[in-house]
């Protein structure tokens, strides 16, 4: 799950951001609503402990996440957070499956290629493994990534505008997986989107609006 409560972020010479309260249960959809320049990849960050909160504190399944020393805090991410970020940030020198192996580098943990293996099945993509990102389609790098995000199985997903690039038929296909496989983790799903066709597809999920650059509502 996911509790938010005070939460501000303050870049340089700037007005802070503030963050609405919200909590999301384990399992739950939450979606991150506004315009761009309104915060919502600032607040994925806090989420994910990539940037420490100004003020306030974000709960990550029980975890004070901005209370993890920078190290500590690292491998936590990389066990419990899957993130699928707009730039998916794939490294061109590695294979796709020595891509997905980085995942076990950044936990603390031994490389398990039989996991790697898996999780390419599981998407549909294992024939991909040894291929280089600039071998792939942009939706094969698109469910790479999403193995990535998956592979350890992790408590919550973040996706950073997973449709901003996609056609209907693409963006309908993205959303029921990325929501197919957060249902099979039992994971909390947070979608930071301006994209209207997000919320016709997931009506039932809670909302954050993003309203300006300087304040966001509940």
């Not at 501000?8 to 739950?28: C, I």
């Not at 209370?67 to 419990?80: C, G, I, S, T």
Request: overall charge positive; aromatic content about 4%; some cysteine.
């Amino acid at each position: 799950m996911i509790d938010c409560s005070g939460l501000q972020y303050t870049y340089p010479r700037s007005e802070p951001l503030r963050f609405g309260d919200v909590t999301v249960e384990q399992g739950g959809k939450l979606l991150l609503r506004g315009p761009s320049g309104g915060g919502k990849s600032t607040w994925l960050a806090l989420a994910s402990g990539l940037l420490t909160p100004s003020a306030g504190e974000v709960l990550v399944s029980g975890q004070s996440v901005g209370a993890l020393p920078a190290a500590a805090r690292d491998r936590w991410r990389a066990r419990h957070i899957g993130f699928l970020p707009q730039k998916l940030h794939l490294s061109e020198a590695l294979s796709v499956a020595d891509n997905l192996g980085l995942v076990f580098f950044a936990a603390g943990l031994a490389l398990d290629k039989a996991a790697v293996a898996k999780t390419l099945h599981a998407l549909d993509i294992a024939a991909l493994a040894a291929r280089k990102p600039s071998q792939l389609s942009g939706g094969q790098a698109q469910r790479v990534a999403l193995a990535r995000a998956l592979l350890l199985r992790p408590s919550v997903i973040l996706a950073d505008e997973p449709t901003a690039s996609l056609d209907d038929e693409a963006c309908a296909a993205s959303l029921n997986l990325l929501s197919t496989c957060a249902s099979g983790l039992n994971a909390t799903l947070v979608i930071a989107t301006h994209d209207a066709r997000v919320l016709q597809a997931l009506p039932l999920a809670r909302q954050l609006g993003f309203n300006t650059a300087a304040q966001v509502a509940a």
